[in-house]
């Protein structure tokens, strides 16, 4: 069993070597360009970790996990697209390098190119590898749907939240976990138990990024700490306190919300004030480990060798200790 | 063997009876209304028009045309976003009726979808019908690039505009071709002739369009004659103009493409004029016929029975007769 590290490693030297058509390069430079912008290469990695949790042969993994890393870089350059976002990783985003066009029909040669390395499995396991696949991409389009849809509503419930990112970001962790089972000769149950392994832990850490939002070191934590309290984001943590807070605390929330004219610096923490008032830091952390305690009761029905579950185990406690 | 009609008439119903998740509405509402607004079906019918040449069973191929429909509206929704085009069948474009957003996701699903009826093939066929699915997207996608990187340019080749055309419309044909033949039990070497019959009669095809977009009916043709001309659109027949205009043909032919400002119907007649003098009509007209005699040369190598051949003789012989 690998660790890790390793097997980001892996990925990482796998998606330098990858090569792209140089004609026409308005389609391929950006993918090539995307790709090198780095991440952290972890759910190609838990392709690769599901496999060797079964004892199979991770080269049969590899292709399918640069293809999930193809998917998940595509629907970024979509995203940036919608949320007008202007920067990904510290650089330009494809379509404001480029311009909407080239994000658009790029990242559709993306995701091509990501059937196409998906396609590599063998035979006998094409079929269900496919159908894992098609379901995720469903699921992920869904929740940044969802996602965008709750910017124009003023209230919405945990649940639905949960939900979003369940479907944005959380199918796509599971579901690279069942594709990685399913190369690795898995059992059907064995198979959906990673799934939701993964799926609860994609929720953990979807969670996790919401409190680093508010909470990380802004030395560690890679982008702006407060931007999702700047942006009024619906998280967990601005959901739950708009349900608990109070008098004056509730006003005063609103307040910041609603104000279009502020000091961002102020904003974030008069924000956070009311957070730690009410305890959000702690609800929040709290929610994180009950998924996360309910991915390790996943892991723990699934028959594996104990010490290659353990890998997974470390995966799991280095998600939620993570500063970035 | 059915005719052209009675596969048309199939996938018309098939289309019709399909149904799609109620939510998020912003993701299926425009699935189902671009796929509402109707066409002709050509491409999915070849799909079915493969299997049944081969004397294949065409219920076998109803999902995978079903994808092709899907895939070739996928395009549409994406590719009016990129041309910013208001109407798409007289009716508005998703983007312009919903948003950009909503058209990149909804497209990007739509895609999804049409990935999950593709797999429907038998499990024995599946890897080599992804195989050529994959390839065509590919195709589709360069195709349209090259088309807009055209717009950037002051002189394109011929033959440069034929390998776009190729890519852009005749992949998809051959491609859909290429798959009915491979769920019909098709030889390898008679599903690779389909596809060049499919392929030389999709640049046919296009060829043909240019030619009714300059001189169609304009009470059959269904959009606007002189679109292309009005447009300085790069077509087989402007870049075979610019090449032999000479004289004061050739300076009007350049003081028509570069004024900005015009009345319509003068431009479209003096260029149209210009077309006329030097023949460009009946040279069009030569290139695509001779391409749909490679085609039927193709077709005559397929070791199918002849009556069953005829069916795709009738549709070649429709498709340069058509006048819309």
Redesign the interface.
């Known amino acids: 069993m690998h660790s890790i590290q390793q097997l980001q490693n892996i990925i990482d030297k796998a998606v330098k070597e990858t090569t792209y058509p140089l004609e026409?390069k308005?389609?391929y430079q950006p993918i090539a360009y995307l790709m090198a912008l780095g991440g952290k290469r972890l759910r190609p990695a838990l392709v690769l970790m599901a496999t060797d949790l079964f004892n199979g042969n991770i080269d049969d993994a590899l292709s399918p996990a640069l293809a999930v890393e193809l998917f998940h870089n595509f629907t970024l350059m979509?995203d940036d697209?919608?949320d007008k976002a202007p920067l990904r990783r510290g650089q330009p985003t494809v379509h404001a390098k480029w311009n909407?066009?080239v994000a658009?029909?790029s990242g559709?040669?993306m995701?091509?190119?990501a059937?196409?390395m998906m396609?590599q499995v063998k035979?006998e396991i094409?079929?269900d590898v496919?159908?894992v696949f098609?379901a995720t991409?469903?699921g992920v389009?869904?929740g940044?749907?969802?996602d965008?849809?709750f910017e124009n509503r003023d209230i919405v419930e945990v649940d639905e939240y949960l939900e979003m990112i369940r479907l944005k970001t959380a199918v796509l962790v599971g579901g690279a976990l069942k594709i990685g089972a399913l190369i690795g000769n898995a059992s059907k149950t064995d198979a959906d138990n990673l799934y939701q392994f993964g799926e609860n832990l994609g929720i953990a850490f979807q969670l996790q990024d919401d409190i680093l939002d508010v909470y990380g070191d802004p030395l560690k934590f890679g982008k702006q700490v407060g931007g999702d309290i700047i942006s009024n984001k619906k998280t967990f943590l601005l959901i739950k306190a708009l349900e608990l807070a109070k008098g004056d605390d509730l006003i005063a929330l609103k307040h910041w919300i609603t104000k279009t004219d502020f000091n961002a610096e102020e904003k974030v923490n008069a924000v956070r004030n009311i957070y730690d008032k009410i305890g959000i830091r702690d609800l929040s952390e709290r929610l994180m480990q009950s998924y996360t305690q309910i991915a390790l009761n996943n892991l723990e029905k699934i028959k594996a060798p104990a010490e290659n579950k353990s890998v997974l185990m470390d995966f799991a406690d280095m998600l939620i200790k993570r500063e970035n």
Chains 1, 2 share one sequence.
């Open positions: 026409p308005e389609l979509h697209i919608m909407d066009s658009i029909l559709d040669v995701f091509v190119k059937y196409k396609i035979p094409l079929s496919l159908e098609n991409a469903i389009c869904e940044q749907q969802i965008m849809n």
